[in-house]
């Protein structure tokens, strides 16, 4: 019989000799009373929102072994995933090396972070592993008896989609979302689900610190003056309304979802489709669609995929039935490859595409032209809705020694795209057939973003100006 929430091993020995040759053991862990009160209430499916210093890694490290050693299944499995492979091994590995440490017939790998507990008497183990989110196809093809999803707000959302969720399904397992919130994006949509449905499978809960007392008033007054009010109410408040720090569009984006941009928004047969590229080879490939209807541009649809060939995007760009216009790709596709002596570009006009190769570009000159056009954008909200939380989420690096945000984008999920969607705009001409120029670098720095996504000042940004 195990009881991982109890403290203090030896002294739990001795107060707790055998009994019909059944050996208790202790892990080491107390529950505060709040992680205590979450044990007790969590259903199959939970999202946590907890403030910095909540304990929620120990309390999730915890469940999952109380969970696991508890679950009657053969060769039960469990993971604890965090946003990349490092972050689960700084993280997790050593709570869970160290609540395991006293479990009998216990196996450790180190290469592979992974933690089994062998059970004789049934001919199986039950196995605990810490896994990465960054590469998703990697954990295709697993089966889980429960997971726990760590900071999922910095995660790519299709882990939950379409690798973990039918992950779960054969074994009927169970997830944990726990995690700080990262500006309004698929964590506050997860946790929104969960909220409605409380009287079946979910169970939600938000933890704030001006709440719960771990954290003393003392230390959080000291914190209020050293941060931002944003980064204090993200990290501290759970808030879910502060803009992400470092975010390239994070206003722009909040804005146009208060103004219901983001919805239902059909195909229009009577206009051509224009697509834009990010093309990856070992890594994701992803593509927007635009229709411009009138002073409009109209964002139908977005694909994303990773080690697929061009064969496959044409042939799933094809199979929409959509009526195209131009393809917009960066420069690199125009470099011929040496094992084929082609380019992409001429690969995929032999597929029969319309390819128009966007010139090497400033990167703020893009980041300028998507500012400038987000506010001509419907997206539909279904269709786009993993490009939507890539604008949200494309961020600039973050130099931990100089404490600043540096002048390059954070090269993570989001990237992708955020790229295409750089393209689009540097190569967007619309149906005036103009051709682009080089957009002005004083483009960010000679209006307040605010009133022109409201209010378009025709004086300083006419749409003929950036000939879109």
């Known amino acids: 019989m195990v ?9 739990w020995i001795a107060e707790n000799p055998p009994t019909n040759g059944i050996v208790k053991v202790s892990t080491g862990y107390i529950p505060r009373p709040l992680q205590d009160h979450l044990h007790n209430s969590l259903k199959r499916f939970n999202v946590l929102v907890c403030h910095r210093r909540f304990g929620k890694t120990v309390f999730a490290i915890n469940e999952m072994l109380d969970q696991g050693l508890r ?8 993971a604890y995933i965090a946003p990349t492979y490092g972050q689960a091994k700084r993280v997790a590995w050593e709570y869970l090396k160290d609540y395991t440490k006293h479990l009998p017939n216990r196996t450790v790998n180190e290469a592979e972070l992974r933690v089994d507990i062998h059970r004789p008497d049934r001919e199986d183990h039950v196995r605990f592993m810490l896994l990465g989110a960054e590469n998703p196809d990697s954990l295709l093809g697993i089966y889980l008896d429960g997971v726990l999803l760590d900071e999922y707000a910095v995660m790519n959302p299709v882990i939950w989609s379409t690798i973990i969720r039918p992950a779960l399904s054969d074994r009927k397992g169970w997830a944990i979302f726990i995690g700080t919130p990262r500006g309004n994006n698929h964590f506050k949509q997860i946790f929104e689900i969960a909220k409605k ?3 079946g499978l979910w169970y939600s809960a938000m933890y704030k610190a001006s709440e719960t007392g ?3 008033a003392g230390e959080l007054a000291a914190a209020k003056i050293e941060m931002s009010d944003e980064e204090f109410d993200q990290e501290y408040e759970c808030s879910f309304t502060a ?10 984006m909040n804005d146009l979802e208060v103004k219901g941009r983001f919805t239902a928004v059909d195909y229009a047969p009577g206009s051509l489709v224009h697509t834009a590229w990010d093309l990856g080879i070992s890594d994701s490939t992803a593509i927007w669609f635009v229709q411009e209807i009138g002073k409009e541009l109209h964002v139908i649809d977005y694909l994303c995929e990773a080690g697929k060939g061009l064969e496959y995007y044409v042939s799933e760009i094809k199979n929409r039935g959509y009526v195209y216009g131009r393809h917009i790709l960066p420069h690199d596709a125009a470099a011929r490859e040496l094992g084929t002596g082609k380019s992409r570009q001429e690969v995929l006009e032999d597929l029969g595409l319309d390819i128009e190769i966007i010139p090497r ?6 980041v300028n032209a998507v500012r400038v056009m987000l506010h001509r954008c419907w997206f539909d909200a279904v269709k786009c809705h993993d490009g939507l939380e890539c ?6 690096k973050w130099d931990a020694k100089k404490a600043t945000f540096l002048d390059t984008p954070n090269h993570d999920w989001s990237s992708h795209g955020a790229d295409a969607f750089r393209y689009l705009a540097l190569g967007f001409r619309g149906n005036s057939g103009m051709i682009r120029g080089n957009l002005p670098r004083h483009a960010v720095a000679e209006y307040d973003e605010f009133d022109f996504m409201g209010k378009p000042r025709q004086a300083e940004f006419d749409d003929n100006e950036f000939n879109f």
């Open 3 to 11: 009881n991982p929430k109890l403290y203090n091993h030896q002294k």
């Open 71 to 78: 679950c009657e299944l053969r060769n039960p499995q469990y």
């Open 197 to 199: 449905n409380e009287s």
């Open 214 to 216: 771990v954290v003393d």
């Open 243 to 252: 803009a992400l720090q470092g975010a390239y569009y994070g206003k722009y």
């Open 361 to 366: 570009q400033n990167l703020m000159d893009g």
């Open 391 to 396: 604008l949200k989420n494309y961020q600039r």
